[in-house]
């Protein structure tokens, strides 16, 4: 059986939503670990932007963003209706996830690694980051998800980065004003699905033995 490859890195939250999103819906795809400071050659051949993750499918297409790969997993099987939600939009939730991106995340890599540019303040950093915070704030009020009480595509592709967002200043972030932000990261990061993610893997050489992902369960 030819399974997609994805080359991935365990702690970049961009390959953290890709393989959330290929936990829930599949395919099986054959892991290949990349260390960013010394990258596979076959990785860059396959995107030459060379960042993580890329999704190379057996006919050769390469998807590589991530928001692409949740796009196309939950394109062709969604069996926990991560697009369905209970509340609100398949493009609503698109939209808060491209901000995120577009948005958010901007701020936080300000912030994360403000001590890199000369004209950046990473106080302001992250208060306009924080702004983005605010308004998951009251979707997050009396429900356990973005969307409602089931994980969704929002959820997915939104939590790695306020998780990357949290840990640079953990007991700051657990000062503020968010409590259901705080929640739901927090329940994010005993779950389940977020440790069958983040399994370590070592750096992948052309000829190693498969890695199959998600990890197959045993038959005991
Ligand atoms: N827009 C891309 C961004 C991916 C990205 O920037 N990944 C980082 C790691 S978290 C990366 O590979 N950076 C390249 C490098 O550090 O050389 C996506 O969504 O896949």
């Known amino acids: 059986m030819t399974r997609p490859i994805l080359y991935s890195f ?24 990349i260390v960013l400071r010394d990258k596979a050659p076959e990785f860059v051949a396959a995107s030459p932007k060379a960042t993580v993750p890329v999704l190379v499918l057996p006919d050769g297409t390469v998807i590589d963003e991530s928001l692409d790969i949740m796009i196309w997993a939950t394109g062709r099987n969604d069996p926990q209706g991560l697009r369905m939600p209970d509340r609100g939009t398949y493009d609503q939730m698109l939209d808060l996830v491209e901000r995120c991106e577009d948005e958010f995340k901007v701020h936080l890599d ?21 702004a983005f915070l605010l308004e998951l704030e009251p979707l997050l009020e009396g429900s356990s998800f973005l969307f409602g009480e089931r994980r969704s595509f929002a959820d997915v592709g939104i939590v790695p980065f306020v998780r990357q967002f949290a840990h640079v200043d953990l007991d700051w ?17 005993v779950s389940d699905v977020f440790s069958s993610v983040m399994t370590r893997y070592t750096r992948w050489n052309a000829g190693d033995p498969v890695t199959v992902f998600p990890t197959p369960k045993s038959a005991d």
């Not at 004209?119 to 980051?129: L, S, W, Y």
Request: with cysteine.
């Open 110 to 130: 300000h912030y994360k690694y403000a001590s890199r540019y000369d004209d950046i303040d990473g106080t302001e950093e992250r208060a306009k980051a924080s």
């Open 10 to 33: 365990r702690r970049c939250p961009y390959a953290m939503r890709a393989r959330l999103a290929i936990a829930a819906c599949g395919p099986e795809v054959e892991l290949r670990e």
């Open 173 to 189: 972030f657990n000062a503020q004003d968010l409590p259901n932000v705080i929640r739901w990261l927090d329940a994010f990061k």
